[in-house]
């Protein structure tokens, strides 16, 4: 799993995911994910080249959300794969975090330019 983050703007991160978060893959990007959390009061996670999650990927997602939560931050996820999507929000991650359909999309609610990170 590759993750690469990428400041916004003011205590604004986008961190942007490629690869399964499974199991292997939530354990190589956990420290990453959660430092470029521990910093920021809101987080773009685009999900885009994230073809599956399994539920340590979301227990990942959850707990970086309630850490920014405790600090009046939030975190926005975008770019779903269906599959993923579909999985996010059959198990209610969508009322506890934002989704957006896009990076553009998600961006553009922070007033950030629309580049950024991105897997290479």
């Given at each position: 799993?590759?993750?690469?983050?990428?400041?916004?703007?003011?205590?604004?991160?986008?961190?942007?995911?490629?690869?399964?978060?499974?199991?292997?893959?939530?354990?190589?990007?956990?420290?990453?994910?959660?430092?470029?959390?521990?910093?920021?009061?809101?987080?773009?996670?685009?999900?885009?080249?994230?073809?599956?999650?399994?539920?340590?990927?979301?227990?990942?997602?959850?707990?970086?959300?309630?850490?920014?939560?405790?600090?009046?931050?939030?975190?926005?996820?975008?770019?779903?794969?269906?599959?993923?999507?579909?999985?996010?929000?059959?198990?209610?991650?969508?009322?506890?975090?934002?989704?957006?359909?896009?990076?553009?999309?998600?961006l553009a609610g922070l007033g950030a330019p629309a580049g950024g990170a991105g897997p290479a």
């Amino acid at each position: 799993m590759k993750i690469e983050t990428a400041p916004l703007a003011s205590e604004q991160v986008l961190i942007a995911l490629a690869g399964r978060l499974d199991i292997a893959g939530a354990a190589e990007v956990e420290g990453t994910f959660g430092t470029a959390v521990d910093g920021a009061t809101t987080v773009v996670v685009d999900l885009t080249h994230v073809p599956f999650i399994a539920s340590i990927g979301i227990r990942l997602l959850l707990a970086n959300a309630k850490a920014l939560s405790r600090r009046s931050g939030r975190m926005i996820l975008c770019g779903c794969d269906p599959q993923v999507d579909k999985v996010l929000r059959s198990t209610g991650v969508d009322k506890l975090i934002a989704m957006m359909p896009t990076k553009a999309e998600a961006l553009a609610g922070l007033g950030a330019p629309a580049g950024g990170a991105g897997p290479a």
